[in-house]
């Protein structure tokens, strides 16, 4: 009995928590949209073109995380599981995110990029495979 109601109490606080951490990113994704496309023109204006458009990337790539992180945590929510497919999308967001950094930094050699690059081939490798042998969904 008692261990009843303290799973019921952990289910509750869990899905208090995550709705305030869904509510939380949306405020963020909303913020970030709206400043992306209020930062747009300075993609023109900026003194060269390679640093608005650095920034009209990272914003972009910055907006896709948080949009993936929100689809986790409704998924949570929804099914109480993580997908590997869902994680692995995030991961290769987030390198190619550094991979564009690092490249406009122009901290990058020629070995390096082909480390970054192997390593995103592998992430898209381990999705692809994911999403092939997934589990099958019980209706």
Sequence with gaps: MAQDLL??????????????????????????????????????????????????????????????LVRVFVEYFEFERVRLEVLLEIGVALALRELLLNLFAEKLSGLDLFLWTLGILALVAGRTLAVRFSPRRSA
């Design 7 to 68: 799973l019921s109490l952990y289910r509750r606080t869990t899905r208090l928590v995550f709705n305030l951490v869904v509510v939380a990113l949306l405020i963020g994704l909303f913020v970030g949209v709206v400043r992306t496309f209020s930062e747009l023109g300075l993609t023109v204006t900026e003194p060269t073109v390679r640093l608005g458009l650095k920034d009209l990337v990272t914003n972009v790539l910055s907006l896709v995380i948080v949009l993936e």
